[in-house]
Structures are given as structure tokens and as C-alpha cells.
Nanobody, 118 residues
Framework: QVQLVESGGGLVQPGGSLRLSCAAS??????????MNWYRQAPGKERELVAR???????YYSDSVKGRFTISGDNAKNTVYLQMNSLKPEDTAIYYC??????????WGEGTQVTVSS
């Protein structure tokens, strides 16, 4: 089964930056893969899609992070990144890496905690 491992979370002050990494056990854009995604879930909130990148390099961002976050991928390292700048307290959440196949199966990492606080 596909394994996804997130890293890079931590505690940061408002206005600061973090870069999350998602290491995959198979190629992030193999023939079976549709796209790679970052989701987040804050306490008491629904899990939401933050950013997405597909094999063609097209990206999507939620309105709440657009202009502040950047998703990218490195096929050689089987890794997807989420660069997070100008962090706000409302960005506090567990961030999850997701791989979606062309048959719409989903694989998830266990998440990494991001806390934005003074």
C-alpha cells in the first residue's frame, strides 16, 4: 500500500514561514496518480483542501491560502512540498498529505501539526 509521510510542522509566530514535506513510497506522478494534495483540519472543523498539484503541474489553492502558500513537487525525490508564508493563527491545524489515483482512490499520511501562535 502507498505510504505518505509528512514532516516540517511545528510552532511558528504569526507572519512566519514553514515548509512541509510529503515523502511518498512511489512516484508522485506515476501513470496511476491523478494528483497530490495538501489538506488541513483544525479542531472542530471539517477537513479542507488547501492545495493541489497534478502531473501537468497545474495547481489549485483555497481562497484562504492563495498568495501565501505554494505547492510543488520533486519527482526525483518522490516528494511534494507546501511552502507556507505569512502564516496566521487561523492556519493552525493538522496538515495531511494526500495522493489521489486516476480511479479516485485516496491515500493519506498521518499528518503533521502546524501551530501559529504568539
Amino acid at each position: 500500500q502507498v505510504q505518505l509521510v509528512e514532516s516540517g510542522g511545528g510552532l511558528v509566530q504569526p507572519g512566519g514561514s514553514l515548509r512541509l514535506s510529503c515523502a511518498a513510497s512511489r512516484s508522485i506522478f506515476s501513470i496511476s496518480v491523478m494528483d497530490m494534495n495538501w489538506y488541513r483540519q483544525a479542531p472542530g472543523k471539517e477537513r479542507e483542501l488547501v492545495a493541489r498539484i497534478n502531473s501537468g503541474g497545474s495547481t489549485y489553492y483555497s481562497d484562504s491560502v492563495k498568495g501565501r502558500f505554494t505547492i510543488s513537487g520533486d519527482n526525483a525525490k518522490n516528494t511534494v512540498y507546501l511552502q507556507m508564508n505569512s502564516l496566521k493563527p487561523e492556519d493552525t491545524a493538522i496538515y495531511y498529505c494526500n495522493q489521489r489515483t486516476k480511479l479516485l482512490a485516496n491515500y493519506w499520511g498521518e499528518g503533521t501539526q502546524v501551530t501559529v501562535s504568539s
